[in-house]
């Protein structure tokens, strides 16, 4: 057995040469390998019995030896503006929450990487219960199945931004990028995603030195130390002043420019102030900064910034030099924002 097997246990989360292996290990040709890979991601098949091109006793023998079950859609919700919020059920009954956004140049979907998450990052419900486990390379590419088949193979970009922290959980995002890659199933280009972090330093340069052109979406929040540690506890172990130049040498590696998320919450983080320390903190290398109009979340007193605010401190960062954009509010009727997303009713609590 080969340790990809024994580390991602799923024929699922195997690549197209791991399941050559597995089919020469049970007997049958090698080619019967890609086969699979391909009536996998392409046919995106319920069962071996579906293989229409096998012959029967493999198929049966498929079924008996390596076993799969696919994430499910329990329900969906949609919003006016044509998000869409999807729970789906894994093999052991936990749940996720994918999200799709409509975009003009094609969706997004917004996939979970972990069920749960343990970074406490005080503004966000996903964090609450704490991370439960991790999700498999295979869990993650049938997010993105779902949520395509849902909408017309509409989907052109993918978001690691859903629950979890990505880069908590590398080894399988990294396989997870590989297998979403491979131009015999899903075919997504690199380019097309994007991996957010709420600020892993060793992690960022395990990625960055993979050499996958992924963009980087580093969650910030806060131009200090202080602030940012009032915030978010993994301010504790990876400072600012280990997490910028982390994200210079990100940008020289793979030649992307970071995308920098920061969270909107008003008289916390929004004042004029903060905006000047935020571009003085990351001016001078390529990178962008995504304001996020906050989303109220019940179980947190954070209030969001009223307009003007919102606007005086992107014009400020932008006098740095700085590309500034506000994210377009889109599926605040679902709670569908990084970090906000959240189940209201179902979760299976942690054991
Ligand atoms: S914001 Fe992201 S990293 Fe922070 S607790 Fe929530 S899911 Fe985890």
Request: charged residues 20%; glycine residues 6%.
């Amino acid at each position: 057995m080969s340790h990809s097997r024994v580390d991602f246990g799923d024929v699922l989360s195997m690549t197209g040469t791991e399941l050559s292996e597995l089919l020469h290990e049970e007997g049958a040709p090698r080619f019967r390998g890609r086969q699979l890979f391909e009536w996998l991601w392409v046919h995106q098949i319920q069962s071996y019995a579906e293989i229409s091109v096998w012959p029967i006793p493999l198929r049966r023998k498929m079924d008996q030896q390596h076993p799969f079950r696919r994430a499910h859609l329990i329900r969906q919700q949609a919003a006016p503006d044509g998000t869409k919020k999807l729970l789906l059920g894994l093999s052991d009954e936990q749940r996720v929450e994918t999200v799709v956004l409509p975009h003009r140049y094609g969706d997004s979907v917004c996939i979970s990487s972990q069920v749960g998450c343990a970074m406490g990052c005080k503004f966000c419900a996903s964090g609450l219960r704490g991370r439960v486990r991790q999700l498999t390379a295979g869990e993650m590419m049938d997010q993105v199945v779902v949520a395509n088949r849902l909408n017309a193979d509409r989907v052109r970009h993918i978001d690691l931004m859903g629950i979890g922290e990505p880069l908590d959980n590398l080894a399988a995002v990294l396989r997870f990028l590989q297998l979403a890659h491979d131009p015999a199933g899903l075919n997504f280009s690199y380019r097309h995603v994007t991996v957010s972090t709420s600020g892993l330093v060793p992690a960022i340069q395990r990625l960055a030195d993979s050499g996958l052109p992924v963009t980087l979406a580093v969650s910030l929040h806060a131009p200090t130390d202080a602030l940012r540690l009032s915030l978010m506890p993994v301010n504790r172990a990876y400072p600012l002043q280990q997490l910028i130049p982390m994200c210079r040498y990100y940008v020289t590696k793979t030649g992307r420019r970071v995308t920098f998320e920061y969270l909107l919450l008003s008289h916390v983080n929004d004042g004029e102030e903060q905006a000047h320390q935020l571009g003085r903190l990351i001016k001078g290398f390529p990178n962008h900064v995504n304001l996020i109009p906050w989303n109220p979340v019940a179980e947190h007193p954070f209030q969001p910034s009223p307009k003007e605010r919102v606007r005086r401190f992107q014009s400020i960062v932008q006098e740095y030099g700085i590309s500034c954009t506000i994210r377009r509010e889109l599926g605040q009727e679902i709670d569908a924002a990084c970090g906000q997303l959240r189940l209201r009713e179902e979760e299976p609590v942690s054991p």
